[in-house]
């Protein structure tokens, strides 16, 4: 059989193709001594440095604009220390809506409490001993019934109480920081996956019905997304992506144009939830959708950082 004649084929000046990769956007070397600026302006200019400087500028942009920033989160964020950074951003006014699970109600609590959190759940599950700290239980339920007899949603409700009882380190407190500012901080549970669920202080009907108003402050912030907004979800696999979505098809049914805004998500691995009900589906219509994988407590400082030397 006759070998094919490589001699024939068609060949073109490499000046004239198009390259994906130019040295202009290769990373500079920073000096001894540098700024976090001349660090951050020295990133190469290529995927995901790429996409945190799109994230950054459009958190810059929705704040000088006066538009929202949805941070969605789970608790894990809270555990690797970063509320302090969340604070500053809340107080700056640029995080202007938090939203978290359950879980992220007692790790703020325990860290207004008593300055630490999260416990050794392998250690303690194997006497039945993990999640019966009696303060977190008894002070977050009855926070809990006593604000839905308001008519207060559950975020409001425990960082009244964080702020009520003067709690020594109230300063490190979400919570209480949402509640002092004024800022809508919306706790969205699925009974049964909290600790405060495993004592017999937890009333069903007042978590559901506390829930249940700050779903529907979520839904007032989402409406408001379109035309230049930012929603992150840093963290929550199933929880906040699923209602974020339906948040948005209620917006949407009121006649909101819920469109044009950046929906970014951070986590450690890629999951099906946030990639669909985070990124792509809510902006079908127009948006733009990024997904970074790392590690929250690299992230999350980076990406704030870079957001206060913008503004």
Known sequence: ????????????????????????????????????????????DFLAARDLKRIVQAIVQAHRQRKPFLWMMGAHVIKVGLNPLLIDMVRRKVITAIALNGAGVIHD??????????????AALTDGSFGMAEETHRTINRAIREGAKRGWGLGESVGAMIRKQRMPYRN??????????????????AIGTDII???????????GRA????????????SKL????????????????????KAVSISRNLGHAVKDF?????????????AENVLKRPTLMGGTAISIIGHHELLIPLLLRAVTEQL
């Open 172 to 189: 490190l407190s979400l919570l209480a920081t949402c509640h002092e500012l004024g800022v809508p901080v919306s706790v969205h549970v």
């Open 262 to 274: 950046t929906a970014f998500d951070f986590d450690m691995i890629r999951h099906y939830r946030p």
């Open 211 to 222: 829930s249940l108003a700050d779903f529907h402050r979520l839904v007032t912030v989402v």
């Open 226 to 245: 379109g035309g230049g907004g930012v929603v992150g979800n840093v963290g929550s696999a199933v929880i906040l992506p699923e209602v974020f979505l």
């Open 109 to 122: 609590f325990e860290l207004a409490y008593m300055g630490s959190t999260s416990e050794d759940v392998a």
């Open 1 to 44: 059989m006759p070998h094919l004649d490589l001699t024939k084929l068609k060949t073109y000046p490499l000046a004239s193709r198009r390259s994906k990769v130019n040295m202009a956007a290769f990373a500079r070397v920073c000096r001894k001594g540098s700024s976090f600026r001349q660090f951050y302006q020295s990133l190469p």
């Open 197 to 207: 669920h495993q004592q017999s202080t937890a009333d069903g009907a007042a978590i």
